[in-house]
């Protein structure tokens, strides 16, 4: 325990969506069953969490240490940037991926963004290549490269005994699917080179395979119906699922393939990898290439792509899947050492007198 009274800026102004969070954040609380979302960050130093609404006025003393992501909307940046500028609580700020931020970025914006990430208490990065991008926006070193709130154990838990093999083998396809926007990651180059993978394959051995994803928005759905994605594919689109449910569901698939455009976390290359599935991912995340060392390549290389994905299922078919599609068993436990990561964590925030306490 720091000691530390802790708060959460949501990220949004509505009153609904704030309080929906809220309340998914508190469930988790209390069940113990964490998305290793950066909602979870707070759990790595055990003291309860107090969720703020942008633009939600704070009373003096009221909090020690308030983290925020640096979201790309001017009504957050504004509030994050008046945090930032008052004498307490202290302010953590955990940017997202570069691609995202910068295209939402105006001229009002960029000088908000580089006013909070020069003034901000603490600058939190979950990769190096993060910490170089902020670092190198503002020219001055202050991003802390941090460990994220993943528990190999906990997933290894909620998932349950493995389950034996089954006639048909499922697989993930990109959680989500995403036909535009920032994050798009081209699925009509995955199914070309799925396609061309499954055709090299008996008739009987390309009905084993079905193949799962996700999607989010209405946008999204309504583009996989109007575009025939799924034809000639054996494609189910998923109900969103809460965590735990979700867990259990890639503990059930045997493969994952989650190919994304930028430099994302790697939330689904952990949970992956805590359970032992064989996986393929692109090479544009650091934590994708070192939970599988063997097994990524970039979102727009169809040929890498194809000479991967026949190789995967040629492995799943045999049942002798080749060890450069398995994840560094070591790599994953270490991500998921959360006493250990828990430690290292507090230690960034041990200045802060309130956690002397």
């Known amino acids: 325990m720091s000691g530390l009274r802790i708060g959460f800026v949501t990220a949004t102004d509505s009153f609904w969506h704030h309080h929906l969070l809220t309340a998914k954040q508190g469930v988790q609380w209390l069940t113990g069953a964490f998305s290793p979302d950066v909602y ?7 003291d309860g969490c107090r969720f703020v609404r942008t633009g939600q006025p704070l009373s003096d003393g009221s909090l020690d240490l308030i983290f925020s992501e640096l979201n790309g909307s001017d ?4 509030y994050l940037d008046s945090l930032v500028a008052a004498p307490s609580p202290a302010v953590a700020v955990v940017p997202g991926p570069p691609e995202i931020l910068c295209s939402r970025l105006t001229g009002h914006k960029l000088a908000l963004v580089r006013r909070i990430l020069r003034n901000a208490r603490f600058v939190l990065a979950y990769s ?8 190198g926006l503002i020219g001055q070193a202050r991003s802390q490269v941090i460990p994220w709130p993943f528990d190999y154990d906990a997933v290894r838990r909620v998932a349950g005994p493995p389950r034996s093999a089954a006639d048909t083998i499922r697989i993930v396809l990109n959680i989500p699917l995403r036909f535009s926007g920032r994050a798009e990651n081209y699925p009509f180059i995955l199914k070309a080179a799925l396609v061309d993978a499954l055709t090299s394959l008996s008739p009987g051995e390309q009905e084993r395979f079905s193949f799962h994803s996700f999607m989010y928005t209405d946008q999204d759905r309504e583009a996989f119906t109007a575009s025939g994605f799924g034809e000639g594919l054996r494609v189910t689109i998923e109900e969103q699922r809460l965590f735990a449910p979700f867990v259990r569901f890639l503990g059930s698939c045997g493969a994952v393939v989650n190919l994304t455009s930028s430099s994302v976390l790697g939330r689904i290359t ?13 090479s544009n995340a650091e934590f994708n290439t070192r939970l599988y060392p063997g097994s990524t390549v970039p979102l727009l290389a169809p040929a890498a792509l194809r000479d991967a994905l026949t190789a995967l299922l040629r492995g799943l078919v045999s049942g002798d899947v080749p060890a450069r599609f ?12 959360f006493s250990g990561n828990a430690a290292r964590f507090a230690r960034i925030f041990s200045e802060l007198p309130a956690a002397r306490r």
């Open 326 to 337: 398995l994840p560094d068993a070591a790599a994953a436990r270490a991500a998921g050492d």
């Open 40 to 46: 979870a960050l707070p759990r790595f130093l055990g």
């Open 128 to 135: 190096d290549t993060i910490a170089s991008f902020y670092d």
């Open 270 to 282: 952990f949970l992956a990898a805590a359970l032992d599935k064989p996986g393929l991912f692109t």
């Open 75 to 78: 009504v957050q940046l504004e």
